[in-house]
């Protein structure tokens, strides 16, 4: 790593540093590689596991009590969609609240246009945000306006097939039955502290967390609202095309013992353990550029300068405890344009 005043160079190994990949998991178009330690720091906790009070005061200010002895991380575009009335919040960027202590983020966004009303104290199911509204999210993340992601929710609710307007719940009352489904197809692993996760055999995003418990409190997040949106958005664009995702491996007609059965399955578990050590092979020189946006107990809270990846890390000293490291969409497009196949006839 190389250390300025505010201005930080890291690799993707760095991020990555004491995890090992699991054996890759497919669904779908979406693969989710799990990133496994047992480098768990329990000093930190997250929203969901340490029960926090969540509340709203003004229209662009979101705020978070913390009952636990542990700090609090924040993750990255956390919100909150509640059912009485109010206006849904979400954050625009990462958070630390000391423990037993409350902060409240003063640049926070409604994500539901035109419903009044404040979040009462209490305790609510946390979600990421969609994929597609991370980066936007975090460009805008300093300025304080509460309705700085309102055109970019009604061009996702556009492009997904909802009414166009600024307002989240309108695309999760209509996708929830499929986002239900990412979040019971995919296994936490014992000891995962992380994953990095590809759709359509696409690296779209790196996360890690702090322990195995946090992880597993905010995974059911991330594998819901943020990466599964861009999974169906891949299946809507592929509706029409029966091609089997290239992540699939079939099995032969013709297996005629169990025997063979087994050693088929061995060996195309071997195949995907290999295909994921590659994946993450190919990332770890990957240069990160990171801005320091905050120091606060003890910690670092920096933001990466949109490359290949966006996104924030969270250290301490040297050690990155958090990381939420979606890929920028145009170096997705960019990426799908150079892997496509050349021109034949």
């Known amino acids: 790593m190389v250390f300025g005043n505010r201005q930080k160079k890291m690799t993707l190994a760095n991020v990555l540093h004491g995890c090992t990949p699991g054996r890759i998991q497919s669904v779908g178009y979406m693969q989710v590689i799990p ?25 662009e200010t979101l705020g978070f009590r913390n009952p636990s002895d542990c700090l609090l991380i924040v993750p990255c575009h956390a ?5 009485h009335a ?12 000391r423990s037993l202590g409350e902060r409240k983020f003063d640049t926070a966004m409604c994500v539901q246009q035109s419903q009044g009303g404040y979040i009462k104290r209490g305790d609510y199911r946390m979600l990421i945000l969609p994929y597609a509204l991370r980066e936007r999210a975090l460009e805008v993340r300093k300025n304080k306006n509460y309705n700085k992601l ?22 999760l009352k209509h996708f929830q039955k499929e986002l239900d489904e990412f979040v019971a197809e995919f296994e936490c692993v014992p000891g995962q502290i992380g994953a990095i996760i590809l759709v359509d055999d696409q690296v779209v995003g790196v996360e890690r967390a702090p322990s195995h418990s946090y992880w597993k409190s905010v995974w ?8 599964g949106s861009l999974a169906i958005r891949i299946a ?21 013992s169990l025997d063979e059965l087994d050693s088929l399955i061995a060996e195309i578990a071997h195949q995907e353990d290999e295909r994921a050590r590659a994946t993450v092979r190919e990332l770890l020189d990957e240069q990160l550029l990171l801005t ?9 809270i920096d933001t990466v300068r949109p490359g290949r990846f966006t996104g924030q890390v969270i250290r301490d000293g040297d050690r990155v405890v958090y990381a939420s490291l979606p890929v920028t969409k145009k170096w997705l497009a960019k990426n799908k344009w150079q892997t496509a196949l050349p021109f034949t006839i």
């Open 292 to 300: 320091r946006d905050e120091s606060t107990e003890g910690l670092s």
């Open 220 to 227: 059911p997040c991330l594998v819901r609202e943020c990466y």
């Open 79 to 83: 919100g909150y969609v509640v059912k």
């Open 236 to 256: 809507q664009l592929k509706s029409e095309c029966a091609v089997v995702p290239a992540s699939r491996t079939t099995l032969p007609d013709d297996i005629r």
């Open 86 to 97: 109010a206006q849904d919040h979400a954050m625009a960027h990462a958070g630390v609240v």
């Open 150 to 171: 309102w055109d970019a929710i009604s061009v996702f609710n556009q492009e997904m097939g909802v009414q166009a307007a600024g307002h989240l719940e309108f695309f």
């Open 35 to 59: 990133l496994v330690s047992d480098l768990s720091d329990c000093r930190f906790v997250s929203p969901v596991e340490g029960a926090a009070e969540v509340f709203t005061t003004e229209y």
